[in-house]
């Protein structure tokens, strides 16, 4: 039966649609990425796709590289086109990562990222980066990856949720994104989650004609332990202006959706104060999808690094420290509970590092802890549990 690959670095999604129309795509913190082989026969990979499985007994290990490439689509047909959607979304990832990763050294004052290049035997590859324990970054990570393959007809049936009499031959497919989480040391500076991605499947190999699917995907979000309302304001109106751009009815829906993902239902809180996020995006002209990706992703740093900025050196006590600890445990909890990427991988037995790459250095949990009605505490928990309109 077919058996799914995981790639080192979490830069994007996979995005399965159900029958029911809505996305089940494999999360923001973690990719996986389908380099299939077929073990087992035929009716076993029938009975396993009606029963809803997705095995995955084979991993592709990335491969290291010395350098970074140009680009990471060679071999593939538009791989030397500047012009197509796939060599400006690289082009667009790539740059934000080396911005993004720019500002947060001059940030920190003297720490400084680690850096993997890495490759995919069944298509491209990624760079991930990582800077741990430094003056103001207790860990930030910031990776980008492009890769492409082929999903066999099992995966592309159950993606669509076409009738099982239906038998498509291999479906190209290519998928791109950058994604990174940023925990700072000190409690007043909030930690940052921001991703971006594009997916593409050709026609399946036997329905020459066929149209090309494509869709974009990401978001940011924004989790503090404190709230200073200031920081939250100018965070959302970055988002919003970033979205009225485009379109007026962007930050309204995205902003729900952001609320609505990151909702910790065992907790029956949200991990954070929310941000954007969007998924299965479509519906618009692709150039101005591209656009609002490109503008979103260049909203980064305007949106954070001031807030940081300012609460980066601010005097804490250990009871604030704790406090901290305990929200990145909500963090910890959420992304391996819910993540679906992060899930994923774990099951099937993906590269460690990468695939919690998203977690924090240090967490807290604490037996019944609540906290004070009315305190600064409180109050972050309440705007948790409530969320708000902030603009």
């Known amino acids: 039966m077919p058996c799914a690959s995981i790639v080192s670095a979490p830069s994007c999604a996979f995005p399965f649609r159900s029958r029911s129309g809505s996305s089940g795509w494999i999360s923001p913190t973690a990719l996986w990425v389908p380099t299939w082989s077929w073990k087992g026969g035929r009716s076993e990979s029938r009975r396993s796709m009606r029963r809803g499985e997705v095995r995955a007994t084979v991993i592709e290990k990335e491969t290291p590289e010395a350098e970074r490439p140009e680009t990471f689509l060679r071999g593939v047909d538009e791989a030397h086109s500047s012009t197509s959607v796939r060599a400006r979304f690289e082009k667009m990832i790539r740059e934000a990562q080396d911005s993004v990763c720019s500002a947060l050294e001059a940030a920190d004052g003297g720490a400084k990222f680690k850096e993997d290049v890495w490759s995919r035997p069944g298509g491209g590859g990624g760079i991930s980066r990582v800077l741990q324990d430094g003056a103001v970054w207790e860990k930030a990570g910031v990776n980008v990856s492009v890769v492409y393959g082929v999903m066999p007809p099992e995966a592309y049936r159950a993606a669509k949720?076409?009738?099982?009499?239906?038998?498509?031959?291999?479906?190209?497919?290519?998928?791109?994104?950058?994604?990174?989480?940023?925990?700072?040391?000190?409690?007043?500076?909030?930690?940052?989650?921001?991703?971006?991605?594009?997916?593409?499947?050709?026609?399946?190999?036997?329905?020459?004609?066929?149209?090309?699917?494509?869709?974009?995907?990401?978001?940011?979000?924004?989790?503090?332990?404190?709230?200073?309302?200031?920081?939250?304001?100018?965070?959302?109106?970055?988002?919003k202006r970033a979205c009225d751009k485009f379109d007026p009815t962007f930050y309204p829906r995205f902003k729900k959706w952001c609320d609505d993902y990151f909702y910790i239902k065992h907790r029956g809180e949200r991990r954070g104060l929310g941000g954007i996020f969007f998924d299965d995006l479509n519906d618009y002209d692709q150039e101005m999808l591209l656009s609002f990706a490109t503008e979103c992703a260049n909203s980064v740093i305007p949106a954070y690094l001031p807030i940081i900025d300012k609460r980066k050196d601010i005097p804490f006590t250990e009871h604030q420290k704790a406090w901290q600890q305990l929200r990145r445990g909500r963090y910890v909890e959420f992304n391996l509970v819910y993540d679906r990427g992060t899930t994923f991988g774990l099951k099937t037995g993906g590269r460690i590092e990468s695939i919690l790459v998203s977690l924090p250095l240090t967490a807290r949990w604490e037996y019944d802890h609540k906290p004070e009605e009315g305190s600064e505490e409180w109050k972050l928990l309440d705007a948790c549990m409530n969320p708000k309109e902030w603009i």
């Open 161 to 239: 949720g076409a009738p099982s009499d239906q038998k498509p031959g291999p479906v190209p497919f290519f998928a791109a994104g950058i994604s990174s989480v940023l925990h700072p040391k000190n409690p007043f500076a909030p930690t940052l989650h921001f991703n971006y991605r594009y997916f593409e499947t050709d026609a399946p190999k036997d329905a020459p004609g066929a149209p090309r699917q494509w869709w974009f995907g990401g978001g940011t979000d924004l989790t503090p332990a404190y709230i200073f309302e200031e920081d939250v304001k100018h965070f959302h109106s970055i988002q």
